[in-house]
Structures are given as structure tokens and as C-alpha cells.
């Protein structure tokens, strides 16, 4: 701690975005004469090379010693400012970020509340810089080998990425098979190839390579460790045995439910779900005889009646209804509540049915309903498009030879079981939760583990390939190094208050605390969020540089 340091305030105007919200020069002019400021400077685009560049220079020549960057978002930039400050020969730990975009020029209208909200936070910073203390950094040794958890697309490409930049690798999959739902595809829309040739290859690759171990009717039973060094116990037909691997990915993908509540009817020889159908197509012999015969098929096709519409139903229907009208020349209808084509090839997909001739309903408030008469199976559907003014939307009813019901696409089976061995979250489906969806998706909210494809939500084929990429460079950056450097000591205990009481092991969101004779955090869980320190009932935590007394003196510094 040093009340002395030579601090230092860097502004980013973000290409003069932040300075049409935010009286930029008040701001210069009043953190000059703060006290302990010892340089104050002002960039367009810190986040640039060339920039930052600059601002390196300026740390060495002025001799900073606390940095405080007053821009954008510390959740976007902090680590990049992090390795200015190291390129400069300052402890990262000696960087604050001021959040002058989202926290004050986005959320207040008027210049003059704008600015007033970020002088109180450049205050607030600068009163917490002086006290700030420097971390002591352990390197911990990685383990070079990736645990993946499910055998489907997902699991097979993230195996195959990471066994050719030389990791091993070992793949579990519950089933004794590996493929997943792709096997159960009859055609996809956005491949060319035969779906069940085009995972067939990819299992070819990933049984073939020396570095992925493949462990089928094999489950994670338990989880212990941090992120590169992780003892993950797996159950194989009965036996158990312990392997230590550096990172973890989920990639169980999804099950289907049929709601038969929902749509009031039976599945039977005229009423399939979308599941049924794939298998169907995906067999020939039973597909002639079930769809050609003298007269053509009529076949209706319902999504959304289950909630909001499901993309990946909505790419079945369509890329089905196709298939039947082309191969069989079936009659093909879709009644949906909203058509989702945003993805991938799908409003093309859109486009191609309605010019070949499938006929489209589209039903509001009113939800369709199946009649049978006898041997005969209609569906009623209201569409409001058919409306000519009239105070009642006109009613059509459709007849249906093949009456095919979107599922409800739910979690993995044994999903519960999984996230209590891994003590990671779900979300509000029951999906696993994304640590943030926009700028880590793949992240779980325990560091090492994460989460490709379906499992976080239902995905298609090109979006799960995406999520491969995307876990496997962060894997690169986990465990790359063969050591991981984490901060020592960053959360303190005294442990003579504590009283066992585990509130901070219930509110940890990252599965950090355990116990003894009182609260640990494991160093390289540990986030620092500080949850524990603000719920614990004998305020026996600290968390560094977010003590009591730090946050007193942002308190004070707006207070003066």
C-alpha cells in the first residue's frame, strides 16, 4: 500500500463518441487537481496499438505507478490495458477502469448528469488507487490433456480441433456409440452430403487419431481441482478411475419431448413428430411405401403450438416439406405461430418452399385444432392473414394423410446429474448456463469448464461447429502455457470469525469455497467477485483490493 504512488488518469473518447454525452475538458480539468494525480492524458482510441503504444511510453517516462483508465467497458478491455501495463513494467493489480460509455454517457440523457455521474466515479478510483496492493503470482502446472463430455458433433469436432494443435484428449459418451442426434437425420440443409456419412467421417477421424481416447457407456461422476488441473472421475461399465485433465467441455447436446397435453392427440400411424419423420426419410423402403400410392399425400406440418417457435423445428418443417414435395410430390402445408429463419441458409430454405409450392399458414391467438372423423384426420387453423375486416379470422380446414408435431426440445437426459458432478449452472430452460451469452458464450460459470453446442441451447449444425472453434481457443489460452500464473492470497479469511456457516459456499457462483475448520477458495476458481465478502454474516472475508477500507475511501473521495 502507498499513499504516495504517482497515479495516473488516461482518458479514451472513444472517436468522440463519449465527449457528445460527457464534458470531457471538466472532467481533465478536475482530476488534474486531485489529489495524487500525477499525469492526466487524452487518447481517441486507447484500445488501438498504436495508442496504447503511446500510453506505454508515457507510464515509463512519468514513472506511474497506479493506472487508471477512464473509456469503456473493463469487462471488454481490461485485459488487454493489463498487458500495457505489463509491457511497461507495472503490476496489472495497479490498473483501474473507469467505465465512462456504458455507466454514464448510454444510461444518462443530459450532459450535465453524465458528467457529474463520471466525476464521481473518476473520484471514487482515484481514492482507491492509492491503497491498492500488488499481488504475489504462483505458477501452477497445467495438465496437457481436455476431457470431453458427449459424442456427437460437438464433442467429435472439439476432440478432432484440440488433438491437431497436440492435445490429448479423452472423449466420453454415455451410449455405446458415438454420432448423437446427426445419426437420426434423414437430410440436412446445410450440408451436402448425407448427414449420417458426414459424422461418419468425423468418427472415422476422431477413433483413428492417436491422441483422443474414446470411452463410450462411460459418465463424469465427479469433479475435483481447478482449471488446469482438474481430477474428473469417470464411471466406464461399472468401473471407476480417476483422470487428471486441464479443461473440461460439455457437449451433451439435446432430447425431445413430445407434449401430447399441448396438442390434444395421440402420435400414431397418421400423427408422427418431427423425430419420427427424420426416421422415416432416413429409410427408403419404408418411406415408398408409406408416401407414394395412387393418389398425393397431403401433408400438414405444425410448429409453436409448444411456446415460441424453435428454429431448428422450423428447418425441419421446411427442409422436409421440400423433400416430400420433390421426391413424392406430397401436398405440403406449414402452419406455424412465427416463421424463424434467422440462421444460417434458412430464409433461403424459406424462399425455396413457398416458389415450389408449399402453402403457409400462420395462426395467432388461436392455436389449431385436430379433428378425427372416422378414419379421416383434419386440423382446423385460424389464419388472421385470410381476414377481410371481419371480427371472427376465418377458419380452414386442412385434411392430413400425415399430421407431423413439433417436440419440445429439452435438455440431455441425466442433465441434473451432470451439473451437480461439475457445480456448474442452468439456466432458466434448464439449459447450461452461459457464463455471459454475448462475449464468452462458450464460458461456463466455472473457469476451465465449458460449454459447446446444444447443451447451452439448441443449435444447428454450423452454429455447433462455431462453438467448437470457439472453446477450443479458449482452451489454447488455458492451457497453452505449461504453466498458469494466479494471483496468491487474493481472498483473506480471519478465520477466528468464522463460523462454518457455508453462506459463502451457497452464494460463490463459481464453485470456489470449500471447508475445513473454516472457508478456503481455491486460487485458480476464485474469480474475486467479492459475493462471498458482501453475504458473509460475520464480515469475515476480505477480498483484496476490495477491502472494507478501500471501499470506504471511494466513499470519502466523492464525499469531500
Known amino acids: 500500500m502507498s499513499e504516495s504512488a504517482k497515479i495516473g488518469v488516461f482518458f479514451c473518447n472513444c472517436g468522440n463518441t463519449l465527449s457528445e454525452r460527457i464534458d470531457m475538458k471538466k472532467l481533465i480539468d478536475e482530476v488534474k487537481s486531485a489529489e495524487g494525480v500525477h499525469c492526466v492524458d487524452k487518447f481517441e482510441y486507447l484500445c488501438s496499438e498504436k495508442e496504447r503504444e503511446r500510453l506505454s511510453s508515457l507510464l515509463k517516462k512519468e514513472g506511474i505507478e497506479r493506472v487508471i483508465i477512464a473509456g469503456c467497458s473493463p469487462k471488454r478491455y481490461e485485459e488487454l490495458f493489463a498487458q500495457t501495463l505489463r509491457g511497461a513494467g507495472i503490476n496489472p493489480e495497479f490498473l483501474l477502469i473507469s467505465n465512462l460509455r456504458e455507466q454514464c454517457s448510454w444510461v444518462f440523457p443530459e450532459k450535465d448528469t453524465a458528467t457529474r455521474k463520471a ?7 482515484v481514492g482507491r488507487a492509492k491503497s491498492l496492493e500488488a499481488f504475489e503470482q504462483v505458477d501452477i502446472p497445467t495438465e496437457q490433456r481436455v476431457l470431453v463430455i458427449g459424442g456427437g458433433v460437438a464433442g467429435l469436432e472439439t476432440a478432432s480441433e484440440l488433438s491437431k494443435l497436440e492435445f490429448k484428449v479423452t472423449l466420453i459418451e454415455k451410449a455405446s456409440a458415438l454420432g448423437g442426434r446427426v445419426l437420426l437425420l434423414n437430410k440436412s440443409y446445410q450440408i451436402e452430403e448425407n448427414p449420417r456419412d458426414f459424422i461418419q467421417a468425423k468418427i472415422d477421424l476422431v477413433t483413428k487419431d492417436s491422441n483422443i481416447e474414446v470411452l463410450t457407456e462411460a459418465e463424469l461422476v465427479k469433479l475435483k481441482g481447478s482449471p488446469g488441473n482438474f481430477t474428473a472421475k469417470i464411471r466406464q461399465s461399472g468401473e471407476k478411475k480417476d483422470l487428471n485433465v486441464g479443461a473440461i467441455v460439455v457437449a451433451t447436446g439435446f432430447s425431445t419431448l413430445f407434449p401430447r397435453e399441448t396438442y390434444g392427440i395421440d402420435l400414431s400411424e397418421k400423427v408422427v413428430s418431427q423425430l419420427q419423420l427424420e426416421k422415416l426419410l432416413a429409410s427408403p423402403e419404408k418411406s415408398d411405401t408409406r408416401l407414394k400410392g395412387d393418389k398425393k399425400v397431403k401433408v400438414l406440418f405444425v410448429t409453436g403450438m409448444i411456446g415460441e417457435d424453435s428454429r431448428l423445428s422450423t428447418a425441419s418443417a421446411l427442409k422436409n416439406a421440400l423433400l416430400l414435395k420433390e421426391k413424392y410430390d406430397c401436398r405440403t402445408f406449414i402452419a406455424c405461430r412465427e416463421m424463424k429463419v434467422a440462421g444460417d441458409g434458412l430464409e433461403e430454405l424459406y424462399r425455396k418452399a413457398r416458389e415450389e409450392g408449399v402453402v403457409f399458414f400462420k395462426f395467432n391467438g388461436k392455436l389449431p385444432a385436430f379433428i378425427t372423423d372416422g378414419s379421416e384426420l383434419k386440423a382446423v387453423v385460424s389464419d388472421y392473414f385470410l381476414s377481410t375486416g ?8 386442412i385434411p392430413c394423410d400425415l399430421l407431423v ?3 419440445n426440445l429439452v435438455p440431455a ?4 446429474a451432470l451439473r451437480g458432478a461439475l457445480d456448474i449452472k442452468l439456466g432458466p430452460r434448464n439449459f ?3 457464463d455471459n451469452v454475448h462475449q464468452v458464450p462458450v464460458s461456463s460459470n466455472k473457469a476451465g469448464v465449458f460449454l459447446v453446442g446444444s447443451c ?3 443449435m444447428d449444425i454450423s452454429e455447433v461447429m462455431a462453438d467448437a472453434g470457439s472453446a477450443v481457443t479458449q482452451i489454447v489460452s488455458l492451457l497453452s502455457p505449461d504453466k498458469i500464473k494466479v494471483n496468491e492470497n487474493r481472498w483473506v479469511i480471519e478465520k477466528g470469525k468464522c463460523t462454518l456457516c457455508l453462506t459463502c459456499v451457497r ?4 464453485g470456489a469455497i470449500t471447508w475445513t475448520r473454516a472457508a478456503e477458495a481455491s486460487e485458480g476458481l476464485c474469480q474475486a467477485c467479492g459475493v462471498c465478502a458482501s453475504e458473509c454474516p460475520a464480515i469475515a472475508i476480505q477480498v483484496k483490493n476490495y477491502t472494507n477500507d478501500q471501499i470506504l475511501a471511494e466513499l470519502e473521495a466523492i464525499l469531500k
Open 119 to 125: 466525476l464521481e466515479d473518476l473520484r471514487q478510483k
Open 390 to 397: 371481419e371480427a371472427e379470422i376465418p377458419q380452414v380446414k
Open 405 to 407: 408435431l413439433e417436440e
Open 413 to 416: 437426459e441425466d442433465f441434473e
Open 432 to 434: 447450461f448456463q452461459q
Open 456 to 458: 447451452r441451447q439448441p
Open 507 to 510: 452464494f460463490c457462483p463459481h
